[in-house]
């Protein structure tokens, strides 16, 4: 699992990563800060995908899921890797969509999928910072009666959004953190800098 991480961890490096000390990065909750991830290029590449559905298979096999979603469109990569590694695996987990607008027409559902009232699911973010669109997953996920059991994120920036979203009673794993994609990118770079980029 260890190696698994760590070639995981060279494509968001390589594909999803930027570092900007002196040109600081406005992230989504409004903060600045001297580096960004933009997880897409990682979760949609094949590679990435691939090792996204397998370590997070093996993060939640036992945890007697049912269906994995999140906050549309960062999770949703995610949870389609988990879905089609755990059917390989013979542990079929589905994916489901958390809308950020429910519907205006037809059934107005904030859900989209095969996900049914008193599921267990899980929850998916694809980087947590705030913890705020994770959080909007769980209580839309909530809101329509399923059960969540817990949260895996592929990175945690380790700036309190972990903690904000235990405060509803739910546990956070994150599939790496920020300080082992910095210690891994300072290894290979040596002292980060804006011409690295």
Known sequence: MDE??????????????????????????????DYYFNCKPTTLDPEGMNLIGGILFAMVEDADLTACGGLTLGADPIAIALSMISFQKGKPIKSFVVRK??????????????????????????????????????????????????????????????????KLGVE?????????????????KGRPSPSDL
């Open 4 to 33: 698994l991480k760590k070639k995981l961890a060279s494509i968001i490096i390589e594909k999803s990563f930027r570092y900007s000390p002196e040109q600081p990065f406005t992230l989504a909750s409004g903060k600045q800060s």
């Open 101 to 166: 607008e429910a519907k205006g027409h037809g059934t107005k559902s904030a859900i989209e999928g095969g996900v049914q009232t008193g599921e267990k699911v899980l929850i998916i973010d694809d980087v947590i910072t705030t913890g705020g669109s994770t959080i909007m997953a769980i209580e839309r996920a909530r809101e329509a009666g399923l059960l969540v059991a817990q949260v895996v994120v592929l990175i945690d920036r380790e700036e309190g959004g972990k903690a904000e979203i235990e």
């Open 172 to 188: 956070v794993r994150a599939m790496l953190t920020r300080s082992e994609i910095m210690d891994i990118y300072k290894g290979k």
